[in-house]
């Protein structure tokens, strides 16, 4: 059945009206968000019969029985270590970090049969077990299910598992984002939509109940990336995928997050973030969708206040995934709050004003709001970890006192910051330490071709932390010193 359209919901406010004025996205640098009319039917919570979720495989025998006072890194099998050790040492290096991105932007932009792995087995040999398998789930769902079995049997709570595809474009070229021509739109859009929503749907059946799916929206093509780049509604194609997307994530009971992107299209991912989330979210308790925001922005705090009130008025949970963000390299420089410590600061008081469910100085009142707090679940996903440490003391402290306390996961990327997620899980395994944390990796699946630009835009995005990396490789080789000691 075709679901109900987006598109009507987002005209509306076009001529004026709803929750926020509707202006195109270049024209901005603060998104707005409009409200959405569309209906709040009922959404069936029967088990979804085409696919088995994943399972959890039976424990390692690395895994600690009772790690209290284990290393953390200790549940991480011993070819993980040294293949994370490895790509540690390098992307801390001066001398060897330039030349490995040198070369894997040149794998992931050459139009070479030689360079591309779809087509040069032997590159692809060398990629699937080095850094695909480092950083990359697997590019089939046998594949995948095995990587997220060895996850949930170190203790991870699920996985956000993501489709690779998605585009990327320099800032200088925003603006210059067309359509494709008049006498191919009619095949190509609906031909990119639909690959775009096979290759999601697929991810969204592999995932378990209480998993996330995370989605990019410009990975369905020319036509969305245009609508996006002009803060239009979603082409009626898209619109029609969107809530059918949204239908099998409920019947699922998978949460699905909307991807933080560039400064050219996120207002626009806002907007049709907020009207799904308003259709779907109606459930206490409950978020099919959740949005993603980016601290390192100025925007930032102004921009969630203004869902938190939106959704306080309609009554819907909103979904916040928070992260400090990933696209320094390609957007301008100016919508970047000024210094590191800015951003921290304003993670860290985001954070807080989100589990504490109260409007701070770092997360302000909107004009007009009565300072009443919807209802919220959160996705910390941060390689911070003072941020993470923070979070975990607060959420203790609201534990023991009996306080109400929000839906909270920690989320970190496959293959990155180990030594936090697996101090997480040690947490977790530590009766003394109260609430179990949900603990989640982001692992992306696809082939090797279509993850290298997903692997080299995460590279770039991580280049600047060398001190962090640092302290990672420093506790991975005090982990493999360990082992080797004890004979493990």
């Given at each position: 059945?075709?679901?109900?359209?987006?598109?009507?919901?987002?005209?509306?406010?076009?001529?004026?009206?709803?929750?926020?004025?509707?202006?195109?996205?270049?024209?901005?640098?603060?998104?707005?968000?409009?409200?959405?009319?569309?209906?709040?039917?009922?959404?069936?919570?029967?088990?979804?019969?085409?696919?088995?979720?994943?399972?959890?495989?039976?424990?390692?025998?690395?895994?600690?029985?009772?790690?209290?006072?284990?290393?953390?890194?200790?549940?991480?099998?011993?070819?993980?270590?040294?293949?994370?050790?490895?790509?540690?040492?390098?992307?801390?290096?001066?001398?060897?970090?330039?030349?490995?991105?040198?070369?894997?932007?040149?794998?992931?932009?050459?139009?070479?049969?030689?360079?591309?792995?779809?087509?040069?087995?032997?590159?692809?040999?060398?990629?699937?077990?080095?850094?695909?398998?480092?950083?990359?789930?697997?590019?089939?769902?046998?594949?995948?299910?095995?990587?997220?079995?060895?996850?949930?049997?170190?203790?991870?709570?699920?996985?956000?598992?993501?489709?690779?595809?998605?585009?990327?474009?320099?800032?200088?070229?925003?603006?210059?984002?067309?359509?494709?021509?008049?006498?191919?739109?009619?095949?190509?859009?609906?031909?990119?939509?639909?690959?775009?929503?096979?290759?999601?749907?697929?991810?969204?059946?592999?995932?378990?109940?209480?998993?996330?799916?995370?989605?990019?929206?410009?990975?369905?093509?020319?036509?969305?990336?245009?609508?996006?780049?002009?803060?239009?509604?979603?082409?009626?194609?898209?619109?029609?995928?969107?809530?059918?997307?949204?239908?099998?994530?409920?019947?699922?009971?998978?949460?699905?997050?909307?991807?933080?992107?560039?400064?050219?299209?996120?207002?626009?991912?806002?907007?049709?973030?907020?009207?799904?989330?308003?259709?779907?979210?109606?459930?206490?308790?409950?978020?099919?969708?959740?949005?993603?925001?980016?601290?390192?922005?100025?925007?930032?705090?102004?921009?969630?206040?203004?869902?938190?009130s939106i959704a306080q008025r309609a009554g819907f949970t909103l979904g916040v995934k928070l992260v400090r963000g990933a696209y320094m390299a390609s957007d301008p420089r100016y919508i970047f709050n000024d210094t590191k410590a800015q951003t921290d600061e304003q993670y860290d008081g985001l954070v807080s004003s989100l589990m504490r469910t109260v409007f701070t100085p770092v997360l302000p009142n909107p004009p007009g709001h009565d300072g009443s707090f919807p209802r919220v679940e959160l996705v910390l996903a941060s390689h911070n970890q003072v941020s993470i440490r923070k979070a975990q003391e607060m959420r203790r402290s609201q534990s023991a006192a009996g306080r109400p306390i929000v839906n909270v996961a920690y989320a970190q990327l496959l293959g990155m910051a180990d030594n936090i997620s697996c101090e997480l899980l040690q947490a977790g395994r530590d009766a003394a330490s109260g609430e179990l944390p949900q603990v989640y990796k982001y692992v992306v699946w696809g082939s090797t071709a279509q993850c290298l630009k997903?692997?080299?835009?995460?590279?770039?995005?991580?280049?600047?932390?060398?001190?962090?990396?640092?302290?990672?490789?420093?506790?991975?080789?005090?982990?493999?010193?360990?082992?080797?000691?004890?004979?493990?």
């Amino acid at each position: 059945m075709r679901g109900p359209r987006m598109i009507g919901a987002l005209e509306r406010p076009l001529k004026g009206g709803g929750d926020l004025p509707f202006r195109r996205a270049s024209s901005i640098t603060t998104p707005s968000i409009v409200q959405s009319a569309a209906s709040h039917d009922s959404i069936s919570w029967a088990k979804a019969p085409t696919r088995a979720p994943l399972r959890a495989a039976e424990p390692r025998e690395h895994t600690p029985r009772s790690a209290a006072h284990a290393s953390p890194l200790s549940i991480l099998p011993l070819s993980a270590v040294l293949r994370s050790l490895v790509i540690n040492s390098i992307s801390c290096s001066p001398l060897l970090l330039p030349s490995s991105l040198s070369i894997m932007s040149r794998l992931a932009h050459s139009t070479s049969p030689l360079l591309s792995p779809d087509r040069n087995p032997l590159l692809r040999w060398l990629l699937k077990r080095t850094v695909y398998a480092q950083f990359c789930a697997g590019e089939s769902p046998d594949e995948v299910r095995r990587t997220v079995s060895g996850l949930q049997a170190m203790g991870y709570r699920g996985v956000i598992l993501a489709y690779a595809k998605e585009t990327v474009i320099e800032h200088q070229h925003a603006v210059d984002v067309q359509p494709p021509p008049t006498t191919t739109a009619s095949v190509v859009v609906p031909n990119e939509i639909d690959e775009w929503k096979k290759g999601t749907q697929e991810t969204v059946k592999m995932a378990a109940e209480g998993d996330y799916v995370a989605i990019k929206f410009t990975g369905a093509g020319s036509q969305t990336m245009f609508h996006l780049s002009q803060g239009l509604p979603p082409p009626p194609v898209l619109d029609q995928a969107m809530h059918e997307l949204c239908q099998l994530a409920s019947v699922r009971r998978v949460t699905l997050i909307i991807d933080a992107e560039q400064h050219a299209v996120q207002a626009a991912i806002d907007q049709w973030a907020v009207a799904l989330m308003r259709r779907y979210n109606q459930a206490p308790g409950k978020a099919t969708v959740c949005n993603s925001y980016q601290a390192y922005l100025k925007a930032t705090p102004s921009v969630l206040a203004q869902h938190l009130s939106i959704a306080q008025r309609a009554g819907f949970t909103l979904g916040v995934k928070l992260v400090r963000g990933a696209y320094m390299a390609s957007d301008p420089r100016y919508i970047f709050n000024d210094t590191k410590a800015q951003t921290d600061e304003q993670y860290d008081g985001l954070v807080s004003s989100l589990m504490r469910t109260v409007f701070t100085p770092v997360l302000p009142n909107p004009p007009g709001h009565d300072g009443s707090f919807p209802r919220v679940e959160l996705v910390l996903a941060s390689h911070n970890q003072v941020s993470i440490r923070k979070a975990q003391e607060m959420r203790r402290s609201q534990s023991a006192a009996g306080r109400p306390i929000v839906n909270v996961a920690y989320a970190q990327l496959l293959g990155m910051a180990d030594n936090i997620s697996c101090e997480l899980l040690q947490a977790g395994r530590d009766a003394a330490s109260g609430e179990l944390p949900q603990v989640y990796k982001y692992v992306v699946w696809g082939s090797t071709a279509q993850c290298l630009k997903y692997l080299y835009r995460r590279a770039v995005e991580n280049r600047d932390a060398v001190t962090r990396t640092r302290d990672v490789r420093n506790a991975l080789a005090q982990e493999l010193w360990r082992r080797i000691r004890r004979g493990v």
